[in-house]
């Protein structure tokens, strides 16, 4: 499978397939707005006024598989985003990237890129991976790592994109 062949929902429930981002540079994270490190939405909205232009996407993953950090409805979430920290960037409904019912991009993404001692399982909110323009899975960042440590690989990966 590829990156690029699956499709989830926004938070407005629009059908939303990875496919039209192929040839830009994504990032994608697990989210939840009753976490410590919720205010990193502020970073990855930086990142996506500074490097959107320039082809790289953002998504949100909303995700309530930790402590119930994220019960709120697509609404809720919708609006204490746009709100709190004026998301631009994209968000899908909630998924799980845990479990049995791990949504099938984020079991691709965590058997590409493992995390410490080769585990596969998303440990908390806000893990992050970078994909490239080939739809290649370059990085998974942890989630205490800040997203503007992540601007020189996004920058190598946006320079890859063909104009």
């Known amino acids: 499978m590829s990156v690029y062949s699956h499709t989830l929902n ?39 006024k500074q490097y959107a232009c320039q082809g790289l996407q953002i998504i949100g993953f909303p995700c309530n598989q930790f402590k119930q950090q994220k019960p709120d409805s697509n609404q809720e979430i919708s609006e204490f985003c746009q709100i709190n920290y004026g998301v631009s960037f994209l968000m899908t409904e909630k998924i799980e ?9 984020w079991r691709e993404l965590k058997a590409a890129r493992p995390g410490v001692l080769g585990t596969q399982r998303i ?3 806000f893990t992050k991976f970078l994909v490239a323009p080939d739809g290649s899975i370059v990085k998974r960042a942890a ?11 996004i920058e190598r990966l946006l320079s890859q994109i063909k104009p």
Not at 97 to 105: A, F, I, K, S
């Open 10 to 48: 926004s938070l407005t429930g629009e059908s939303l397939a990875l496919s039209q981002f192929q040839g830009q540079a994504l990032l994608l994270f697990n989210s939840a707005s009753h976490c410590g490190f919720t205010p990193q939405l502020a970073q990855f909205e930086y990142l996506q």
């Open 97 to 105: 990237v845990n479990g049995p019912h791990t949504h099938p991009l």
């Open 123 to 125: 440990k908390w909110n």
């Open 143 to 153: 989630p205490y790592t800040s997203p503007l440590k992540l601007i020189n690989d």
